[in-house]
């Protein structure tokens, strides 16, 4: 990758394990398309969601010579009832992120390779019938 990877967090708490695993699997999706220029990684909780649990979404842009992979992925963040023990809760919640960003970064994974294999040619063109 030529550039830094980018690591943003909006309407939460920053979380260095929560980076750190995005710029492993940022350098993990290296492995697929040596080309990779940059990687972008934003995890946010939308403002105001009022249904129980809160949504979290992760956005992963990958810039690539000649396009852009975009990935989105939406997941549940589930709150247990509190048992007056504050590392349990944190620890269900930052799992619930981690899976959401593992989740995330395995659509970009497919969508990367994809982009590689036409780069190369190896996608056959569609046949036209008429």
């Not at 972008?40 to 969601?49: A, C, F, T, Y």
């Not at 593992?102 to 046949?127: I, M, S, Y």
């Amino acid at each position: 990758m030529t550039r830094p990877v980018q690591v943003t967090f909006r309407n939460m708490d920053v979380s260095p394990a929560l980076e750190q695993e995005a710029r492993s699997r940022a350098a993990w999706l290296d492995t697929f398309h040596p080309g990779i220029i940059g990687c972008r990684v934003l995890v946010e909780i939308p403002h105001r969601h009022r249904m129980r649990g809160r949504p979290l979404r992760v956005r992963i842009e990958v810039s690539l010579p000649g396009e852009d992979v975009i990935a989105n992925h939406e997941s549940t963040l589930h709150v247990t009832a509190r048992t007056g023990r504050k590392n349990e809760d944190l620890d269900g919640r930052h799992k619930d992120a981690l899976v959401a960003l593992h989740e995330a970064f395995d659509v970009a994974r497919r969508r990367v390779e994809d982009v590689a294999r036409r780069q190369r040619g190896d996608v056959k063109a569609k046949a036209s019938f008429g």
